[in-house]
């Protein structure tokens, strides 16, 4: 059964950076995609990427912040996130794209002003 376990997260000032990890079990996707949510919002898309890493796309948010990178022979996904804001506090989890498995515990990233 596919499984996703997302760390990394963290508190950091505005203009920190932060790197998120996604393992993931069970079977790849071709594509993989970070998402994230506030409270009383529903989750979102972040970023997401292909098998082969070389196509990838970014909300408008985050464009030229996040890169989004992935290591297929761990079945890992990473979401590095640069020039922090208090509007990146969220939530963070992965999901294959669009999401279709199970979803984990998530990481918390707060940004402080």
């Known amino acids: 059964q596919v499984q996703h376990v997302e760390s990394g997260g963290g508190l950091v000032q505005t203009g920190g950076s932060l790197r998120l990890t996604c393992a993931r079990s069970?079977?790849?996707?071709?594509?993989m995609g970070w998402f994230r949510q506030t409270p009383g919002n529903e989750r979102s898309l972040v970023a997401n990427?292909?098998?082969?890493?070389?196509?990838?796309h970014y909300t408008s948010a985050v464009k030229g912040r996040f890169t989004i990178s992935r290591d297929n022979a761990k079945n890992y996904v990473y979401l590095q996130m640069n020039s922090l804001k208090p509007d990146d506090t969220a939530v963070y989890y992965c999901?294959?794209?669009?999401?279709?498995?199970?979803w984990g515990q998530g990481t918390q990233v707060t940004v402080s002003s």
């Open positions: 069970g079977v790849a996707t071709y594509f």
């Open positions: 990427i292909n098998y082969m890493g070389d196509v990838t």
């Open positions: 999901n294959s794209f669009p999401p279709e498995d199970p």
